[in-house]
Nanobody, 123 residues
């Protein structure tokens, strides 16, 4: 099992930036892909970004493409989500996940989940 701990959430004004971090531990040698999901109040959980762990190839949903950047530090088993030009609609709990599919993944492709970190964007 992979253990994941997110950090870096907080309250930011619209147009601002936040950088989320996710530290992985445990069975990290089994990681094929890592990604970020979010769930806004009253909304379904949405996969927004993923990265192939070995090659660093990335995937983004259209909603965040050009504003968010996913990256990794393989040596430290850490994945990041740099969020720029934040909008109020980005307000959500953000989750880090580890799994098997990096390209256009579904939540079911990822078997290990963090506890989430709250991101609140004020207008």
């Amino acid at each position: 099992q992979v253990q994941l701990v997110e950090s870096g959430g907080g309250l930011v004004q619209a147009g601002g930036s936040l950088r989320l971090s996710c530290a992985a531990s445990g069975r990290t040698f089994n990681i094929n892909a890592m990604g970020w999901l979010r769930q806004a109040p009253g909304k379904e959980r949405e996969f927004i970004a993923a990265i192939d762990w070995r090659r660093g190839w990335t995937y983004y949903v259209e909603t965040v493409k050009g504003r968010f950047t996913i990256s990794r530090d393989s040596a430290n088993n850490t994945v990041y989500l740099q969020m720029n030009s934040l909008k109020p609609e980005d307000t959500a709990v953000y989750y880090c996940a580890a799994g098997s599919r990096w390209y256009a993944p579904a939540p079911s492709d990822f078997g290990s989940w963090g506890q989430g970190t709250q991101v609140t964007v004020s207008s």
